[in-house]
Structure formats: C-alpha cells, structure tokens
C-alpha cells in the first residue's frame, strides 16, 4: 500500500524551531516530487516547500522562503522540513504529499494536489504561540 505519514508537529514559540518528517511507504521517491503543503483554520490549502530528486531540484514559496529547509534521506525514504524563526502565520496542519515526476516549482505554486492523483500523508499540527 502506498501511503505517506507525517509526523513532528507541535506547539512551540514565536521564534522557535521544529523539524517535520514525512515517511513513504509502499514506493521510493526517485521518480516522485515531494511537498508540504499547509492550511491554517479558515484558510485555502497552500504550497510551502517541494523537492524533485529526478529534476534535483527544490522549491521554496514566499511562505518558507529564508526559514525553512527541505532535504530528502532516500535511504530512510523519508523528506524533512526543518522551519526556523516560525511566526504565529505559520500555525497550521502540514501535509506531505507526492506527485510521479511533477516539476517542484508547479507542483508547490501552481498545481493543486488532490486524492486521486496524489499520494497523500495525514496531517501534522503545527501550533505557533506569541
């Protein structure tokens, strides 16, 4: 079964830290791209960061753009989001998600992922106290 599962949410202070994993099961990222996507209460879904190992390339929105970090263990089979310097905005759950050979920048910014054609892991709370 393919699945994806997000882990490391939490609650943490203005200015904080907090690093997030996203395992995949049942397939190998190589030929997928991989993002993290998030949705703040009462708010769209948004793309945050994205990564393409067959294009070797990463994508970062204005959302995480200088604070976060995306990086990929394909031995683990896992990717990672580390955020840094997080602001009560950032509070949201984060998904991952996978797209079969999507070019990063299109799938964080442009493309809107969805059940049937993504691989979908649960979400994650990220909670950011001021």
């Known amino acids: 079964e393919v699945q994806l599962q997000a882990s490391g949410g939490g609650l943490v202070q203005a200015g904080g830290s907090l690093r997030l994993s996203c395992v995949a099961s049942g397939f190998t990222f190589d030929d997928y791209t991989i993002g993290w996507f998030r949705q703040a209460p009462g708010k769209g879904r948004e793309g945050v960061a994205c990564i393409s190992k067959y294009e070797g390339k990463s994508y970062y929105t204005d959302a995480a753009k200088g604070r976060f970090t995306i990086s990929s263990d394909h031995a683990k089979n896992t990717v990672y989001l580390q955020m840094s310097s997080l602001k009560p905005e950032d509070t949201a759950v984060y998904y991952c998600?996978?797209?079969?050979?999507?070019?990063?920048?299109?799938?964080?910014?442009?493309?809107?992922?969805?059940?049937?054609?993504?691989?979908w892991g649960q979400g994650t709370l990220v909670t950011v106290s001021s």
């Open positions: 998600a996978a797209h079969h050979r999507m070019p990063a920048d299109y799938y964080c910014s442009d493309y809107t992922p969805d059940a049937g054609n993504d691989v």
